[in-house]
């Protein structure tokens, strides 16, 4: 078998362990929290007798682990289960919901990806002097300064001041393409300034290292101009630390954004699951956990996966 | 000037001047703009309602988790969404007094055990079906039974039974209640076909709109239902319910007009959001409070002197200056006042008092440990700016409070109505006897306060029998007093309804009962 493969399906089957894991671990600290559904969903109009008939129709009286290995063998047939509050179809309520946020996620990712990668090689260039300290003083702030006050700062001056964007990034099945990145924009510029310093430092400090070594002295003296020497010889050997950061960022695009959906009243899975979470309902937090789980275990598969490619001596180990 | 801006009133008044118009036109007779605003809204009201446009609501309180099934309504969205789609059999009005909704007529036995409501003929289901009192019995009956999980289980135990008679519903109650209809406009009891048996959550119902799109968390829209029993009500072609739980965003959303209203404006924005030139902050008193409670049977609260030094140890006017920003009122330590019909004005107020504070506390013998009051943000916005206010002036008096904060997350099933003292809102009831059998008799399962008193389950009883209003009166003033001087309750202050309304609607009108007037928005204003 080829090694690639071989390394892959290794992955893949370590990664489904993980995830298994995963679900048990979030099942167990669910339950572990004070409360449960029933007592979530009455909340202060809670009565004996209505949460005794709640519970009983939720079928909370059960032990956990009924309840947890029923949830698993709906899972590996692809059956994600009902919500225990609003009896929703979870695989349609997150369908919807992950949409939004990996379309989100990705439209911030296209934009910020190129432009961290473009400013990182910038700030090589001209490192220590102006532009340098310009790139990394305006992406270092934007870093500094929590996420929901860029959010707020932004709302103010361009929804309510000037009255450009619409400060409620709600989007919906009715509105085209357009519409939607329209809709979208003020969250995905404040994502944008969120996780761009981190992949233009790492990319900086990745190729800035290669810069003392050898081979880039031979470049430069065989007469390349900078930019060249950087394009073509430094940065396929930095790749890896870089993919490495870009894909903590997208994991951190689709699961760590809570706080901006909160501020633009965006309908992405951060806040169904915080949502879950605080109503105790343990089949939805399985399922929002899971995904993320999923999402991250991948994307670090394909960091890793990348860096072997990029890496002659991992492609061919003796 | 003067006949020329009556004149332009006029023309206001009669659909042929726009708002723009009319202020520009003032504002070129020298009237300020703040003047010229209140005039066109005059002139607007005079005209009546309008009818047509999307209204938007921004509201705070929606949770990916709600359903659109009533029995499960505990928070500001889905209680708006019920009144979209949605009717009782009766509605408790701005004023106080019962007004027909899906019952045309009350009527109540001499005893006051058996009530009769006739129904309104005629009415549809958005599914086309005719509402009949079968419908209404099992909604009643739904939230009801043994095997309901309703919201409004606690108010509906005192009936003994219920029967659907052609055009009537009747229930019979275990005791005489005078206040039964006020229990039947509980926003949960909306009337559903088969009584929402077969599908609870399916949002069908009476009510002026229908439902369009349900996804819990981000929006629900509702459009005109052209056979609504009401004309009058319902002047918007859709009504949407945008669920926006961050304050900033929410007042964001309002003022760069996104939304028409939004509800739980923070106090300490209020005064400078009303200065914003689109949109007016109402402040309507409720019967809502912010409390402190203890325990009456658990030690060291089971004495009464160290809970009347508490009493004494608070200052209610800095609370509800300092944490309300005056959009309140201070409390008696009772859960009832003005708001309420058949309060008695002539109950003394309790005056905060650090001498008297220490000299009840020296009396109850307390032995000094510290006094653990829990809390959270959660119990109330500003609890715990409260509860730090309260531990400094109960200081004053050698009182030494120990603040104990809570997570905001499980509050109300691990700490709320299970520890001995801490803080604690409620929404109030619209009449007396409803928030007195909710919280202050003994068998009560929400008496948060332990409070058990024979006497005054006795005389909540005589009150509910009692069909004359003077003798009412007089017996609920002496249940107020006994709370104030024997329960656990520490009620530093009533809550105002603090909400940002565009002013591009107008109709606006103060209603005590619940927010966003009583969830009338949708039925009564209109876009001028």
């Known amino acids: 078998m080829h090694p690639i493969i071989k390394l892959v399906s290794q992955r893949l089957a370590l990664g489904f362990l993980l995830l298994f894991g995963a679900s048990a671990l979030i099942f167990g600290l669910t339950e572990a929290l004070p409360g449960d559904a029933a007592q979530a969903v009455l909340g202060q109009s809670a009565t004996p007798e209505a949460l005794a008939n709640l519970r009983e129709e939720m079928g909370l009286n059960r032990p956990a682990m009924t309840r947890y290995f029923e949830w698993l063998g709906g899972i590996v047939q692809g059956d994600l289960g009902q919500s225990l509050t609003n009896k929703l179809d979870i695989a349609e309520s997150i369908g919807k919901r992950l949409g939004n946020t990996l379309f989100l996620a990705c439209v911030a990712a296209i934009v910020s990806v190129p432009l961290a990668i473009f400013l990182g090689l910038l700030a090589v260039r001209y490192r220590n002097r102006w532009p340098d300290k310009l790139i990394s003083g305006i992406t270092l702030t934007t870093v500094s300064i929590p996420e929901f006050l860029i959010g707020y700062v932004v709302i103010y001056y361009v929804s309510v001041k000037l009255g450009w964007f619409s400060s409620l990034a709600m989007i919906n099945d009715s509105m085209s393409f357009g519409q939607k990145l329209y809709a979208i924009a003020l969250p995905a510029f404040v994502l944008t300034l969120v996780v761009l310093a981190q992949m233009m430092r790492m990319t900086r400090a990745a190729i800035l290292n290669l810069m003392q070594s050898a081979y880039i002295e031979t470049a430069e003296l065989k007469g390349l101009s900078t930019f060249q020497v950087i394009a073509r010889h430094a940065f396929p050997n930095a790749i890896s630390p870089i993919v490495n950061v870009v894909m903590l960022n997208l994991a951190y695009l689709v699961v760590g954004v809570v706080v901006v959906e909160v501020v633009f009243v965006y309908p992405g899975m951060g806040q169904y699951l915080v949502d879950a979470v605080t109503k105790r309902d343990v089949p939805v937090v399985l399922a929002c956990g899971v995904v993320f789980a999923a999402v991250y275990i991948g994307l670090n598969m394909v960091a890793d996966i990348v860096s072997i490619l990029a890496n002659p001596r991992l492609r061919h180990p003796k | ?528």
């Open chain 2, 1 to 528: 000037m003067n006949e020329q801006l009556t004149h332009m009133s006029k023309q206001v008044t009669a659909g042929k001047l726009t708002r723009r118009e009319f202020m520009g036109k003032a504002a070129a007779l020298g009237v300020s703009a703040a003047m010229a605003s209140t005039m066109f809204a005059n002139a607007a009201r005079a005209a009546g309602p309008k009818k047509g446009g999307d209204l938007k609501f921004g509201l705070q309180g929606g949770e990916s988790t709600n359903s659109l099934d009533p029995a499960t309504y505990a928070s500001s969205v889905p209680f708006q969404n019920g009144k979209q789609f949605g009717d009782q059999l009766v509605e408790v009005a701005p004023d106080g007094t019962i007004e027909p909704r899906l019952a045309e007529s009350v009527e109540g036995s001499a005893d006051a055990k058996v009530w009769t409501f006739k129904l309104r003929n005629g009415v549809e289901f958005h599914n086309g079906k005719t509402m009949t009192s079968e419908d209404v019995l099992k909604t009643m009956e739904r939230h009801s039974n043994e095997d309901s999980k309703s919201g409004a289980l606690g108010i509906m135990k005192g009936i003994e039974s219920m029967k659907a008679d052609g055009d009537n519903f009747q229930v019979t109650l275990n005791e005489p209640n005078a206040d039964l209809p006020y229990l039947m406009a509980d926003y949960h009891l909306i009337i559903q076909p088969d009584g929402g048996m077969d599908n609870p959550a399916a949002g069908i119902g009476t009510g002026p709109y229908k439902l369009e799109v349900d996804e819990p968390g981000v929006r629900h829209l509702f459009t005109k239902n052209e056979n609504h029993w009401n004309s009058d009500f319902g002047n918007f072609d859709s009504v949407e319910v945008v669920v926006i739980n961050d304050a900033t965003a929410r007042t964001a959303a309002l003022q760069s007009g996104q939304v028409h209203a939004v509800n739980r404006v923070e106090p300490k924005v209020a005064d400078l959001l009303g200065r914003a030139p689109n949109l007016t902050v109402n402040s309507t008193a409720g019967r809502g409070h912010y409390v402190f409670i203890m325990h009456c049977d658990t030690a060291p609260f089971d004495n009464n002197e160290l809970r009347t030094a508490l009493k004494y140890a608070i200052n209610r006017a800095d609370l509800v200056d300092k944490v309300l920003r005056g959009y309140g009122s201070i409390g008696n330590d009772m859960p009832i006042n003005s708001a309420y019909p058949l309060f008695d004005e002539t109950i003394e107020q309790r005056e905060f008092s650090i001498e008297k504070a220490a000299e009840h506390y020296k009396k109850s013998g307390h032995d000094g440990s510290p006094i653990i009051l829990r809390v959270a943000d959660g119990a109330f916005p500003g609890a715990v700016d409260a509860a730090a206010l309260f531990q400094q002036t109960a200081a004053q008096a050698g009182i030494p409070l120990e603040i104990k904060r809570e997570p905001n997350d499980g509050y109300w099933s691990e700490v709320w109505n299970v520890q001995p003292f801490c803080a604690s809102y409620w929404g109030g009831r619209p009449v007396q006897d409803q928030m007195y059998s909710t919280a202050y008799l003994s068998t009560a399962d929400w008496n948060d306060t332990r409070f058990k008193v024979q006497a005054f389950d006795d005389m909540l009883f005589a009150a509910k029998a009692e069909l004359d209003t003077e003798k009412r009166k007089g017996i609920y003033s002496q249940m107020g007093r006994m709370v104030r001087d024997e329960g656990g309750l520490i009620c530093p202050m009533f809550n105002d309804f603090v909400e940002g309304i565009s002013n591009q609607l107008d109709g606006w009108e103060s209603d005590p009962t619940q927010e966003m007037m009583n969830g009338n928005i949708s039925r009564k204003m209109w876009f001028v």
